[in-house]
Every structure is written in C-alpha cells, then in structure tokens.
C-alpha cells in the first residue's frame, strides 16, 4: 500500500527557515512529479512547488527565491527548504506524488498527511 510520510516543520520566527521531507513508500514503480501544496486556514489548498523526476523545478510566485525543493529518486523522497520564512508561509503543507505502484500500472495522484508549519512575526 502506497504511503506518503512527511516530516519536518514546525514553528519558526519570521525570517527564519524550515524543512519539510517527505518519504514515498509501498510497492512504487515509478514516480513522475512530486511537490508540495498547503492549505491555511479558510483558504483553499494551493500549489507550492513541483519537481519532476530529472529535476525540473517550478515554484508559485509568493515562494520563488525562498523556498527550494529536492528530491532524491533513489530514495522516493521529496524535501522543501523553506528561507527567509512570512506569516502568510503559516499552513498545512502536504506532500503529492504522481506515481505507479505493482498494485496498479495507471500514473495515480497520492497525498501525504500534512504537515503544520507555523511562523510567527
């Protein structure tokens, strides 16, 4: 069965940094992109930033520049290094895999649990 674990986060004064990782476990084939979403409270969950499995890299405007997100192929992991952190970063933030597993050859889109990060002025 397919897992998304994330780890990471937390709380962070403003201008300070953050890490979120993510580890894809269960049976995968193969992964195509991965990111990270969040969602804040009354607000729809929104695209952070993406990777594709050789490494190209796309970033929502509000992050470019501050955040930078890694993965490691080997490992089925994705990381988001979060710099120069605002309270408008302040969200669950979940992790997003568009994989193949042996239990079904079909590309499908899997989510993590979220993960809170917290960043106070």
């Known amino acids: 069965q397919v897992q998304l674990v994330e780890s990471g986060g937390g709380l962070a004064q403003a201008g300070g940094s953050l890490r979120v990782s993510c580890a894809a476990s269960?049976?995968?084939?193969?992964?195509?992109?991965m990111g990270w979403y969040r969602q804040a409270p009354g607000k729809q969950r929104e695209l952070v930033a993406t990777i594709t499995s050789g490494g190209s890299a796309t970033y929502t405007d509000s992050v470019n520049g501050r955040f930078t997100i890694s993965r490691d192929n080997a490992q089925n992991t994705v990381s988001l290094q979060m710099n120069s952190l605002k309270p408008e970063d302040t969200a669950v933030y979940y992790c997003?895999?568009?994989?193949?597993?042996?239990?079904?050859?079909?590309?499908?889109?899997?989510w993590g649990q979220g993960t809170q990060v917290t960043v106070s002025s």
């Open positions: 997003n895999a568009d994989l193949a597993s042996y239990t079904s050859t079909y590309y499908s889109e899997f």
């Open positions: 269960g049976g995968i084939v193969s992964i195509r992109a």
